[in-house]
């Protein structure tokens, strides 16, 4: 075992790693990035099948709004985006609703959550709910949403957390969504390419086992995964951007009580997707789905699925969240895939025979069992607001954590979020050291 003396160990090379590294670099700061993947980006996953028009998305796919942390990537090197198409087609029991449209309900009960969240003590999703005089259709909508946009179980997750992130996204244009035309990995890639001699600062396949720091100073073990062999590296300090799932996974000494405290007051949802391309948009055979960007459905596993619109593709995106989740996180692969399967033969009315026949590739990655992530994004239970301010905060000038958890102005669970804590934890050296 060796030492060697950085300025900076960051810890995690996914978008908010990188973001702090890239900071650190053009100040001066001699950084080092662990990565315990053989790949950047974290929760970030884009695969590209050359028989696909469209990226396979296997983390991050929509781009939230118009926050600046992505949007001045997107234009100062000119990357692909398309507006998608929101149209929602609602399916109960198969059958297709002729009701009101699914966003609207929604954005109803959205609004009155965000006047309730106001008054009184904090609540859940749930209680606020039944508290509520909105109709039980417009109510199941809702619960839905909240829980698969989220991740979260609706008994949990905090109407003021819930209240805080609506109106940040109303401050980027949140009601709208994008796509990158050519994968999410193409912001990975840029945010890396701007770090000068990016591979003599950066190691992947090296697993952080073991942080021992005191004010001041640092001393960072961890695991090649190719030789197994051990290192050690020197630091001033360190930043850590694993997702809360893995944070358990480094041994800190001595342990950072307030932080740990922190992270064990929010949640880490989980959330199960199945990527599909097909031979043909078998779908659009239906004319009530032809032009659907999203089906909304009351299925047990996976009641949600979106299309590529407006890029038109043959591909399907099944997604699963929350409570749905839970009953497939421990599952094999080929069973998951199989029940997703079976939920859109449901939704679509078509044998699941038939989308087998026409089924040439399957893509699925499972995050709960991904030993480096551990799940999908946080969410806040409730009386849990303040616990994102409490991991932000620094240790003793030395400790530092980022990544979507600890984002503070209502964008966590994003890829911008994720991107605005790692400048912000590199700014926090740059201030102290000044």
Not at 2 to 29: F, I, P
Not at 72 to 77: E, G, I, K, T
Not at 129 to 149: C, I, P, Q, T
Not at 374 to 399: D, H, N
């Amino acid at each position: 075992m060796s030492a060697h003396a950085v300025d900076v160990v960051v810890v995690g090379a996914g978008a908010a790693g990188l973001s702090a590294l890239k900071q650190l670099d053009r100040a001066g700061y001699k950084a080092l990035c662990l990565e315990a993947r053989g790949r950047i980006g974290g929760r970030v996953h884009t695969r590209i099948d050359p028989l696909s028009p469209a990226p396979i998305e296997l983390g991050a796919e929509f781009i939230h709004g118009r926050s600046p942390e992505i949007w001045d990537v997107v234009r100062s090197h000119e990357l692909r985006v398309h507006d998608i198409a929101e149209s929602a087609v609602r399916i109960e029991k198969g059958k297709i609703r002729q009701s009101e449209d699914g966003w609207e309900l929604i954005d109803e009960v959205i609004e009155d959550m965000r006047r309730a969240a106001k008054k009184g003590p904090d609540k859940s999703f749930s209680a606020f709910l039944e508290l509520s005089s909105h109709s039980e259709d417009a109510k199941r909508l809702a619960m839905s949403y909240v829980e698969g946009f989220n991740a979260a179980h609706g008994e949990l997750i905090s109407v003021r957390s819930l209240a805080q992130d609506a109106e940040a996204a109303d401050e980027i244009d949140g009601d709208r969504s994008f796509r990158f035309a050519d994968g999410y990995r193409r912001l990975i890639g840029e945010i890396a390419a701007g770090i000068d001699g990016l591979r003599e600062k950066l190691r992947v396949n090296s697993i952080v086992e073991r942080i021992d720091w005191s004010e001041g100073s640092a001393r960072v073990r961890f695991r090649s995964r190719v030789t197994n062999g051990t290192d050690t590296l020197q630091a001033g300090c360190v930043i850590v951007t694993v997702p809360l799932g893995a944070l358990g996974a480094i041994t800190f000494e001595p342990a950072p009580g307030e932080i740990l405290e922190a992270a064990r007051k929010l949640e880490f949802g989980q959330v199960m997707r199945a990527v599909f391309r097909f031979r043909e948009g078998f779908w659009e055979g239906r004319e009530e789905l032809a032009q659907a960007g999203f089906l909304l459905s009351d299925e047990e596993f996976f009641p949600t699925w979106w299309t590529t619109r407006p890029l038109h593709a043959p591909v399907l995106v099944g997604w699963s969240a929350g409570p749905h989740a839970d009953g497939m996180l421990d599952l094999p692969r080929a069973e998951i895939l199989s029940m997703a399967v079976a939920d859109l033969a449901r939704i679509s009315g078509t044998r699941k025979g038939r989308i087998n026949e026409l089924l040439e590739a399957a893509y699925f990655h499972n995050w709960h069992a991904d030993p480096f992530a551990r799940g999908a994004y946080s969410y806040v239970p409730v009386g849990g607001l303040s616990a994102r301010e409490q991991l932000a905060r620094p240790m003793k000038g030395t400790l530092y954590f980022a990544g979507e958890a600890t984002e503070l102005n209502g964008h966590s669970a994003t890829v911008h979020g994720a991107i605005a804590s790692g400048k912000r934890a590199a700014k926090q050296i740059l201030e102290r050291c000044r």
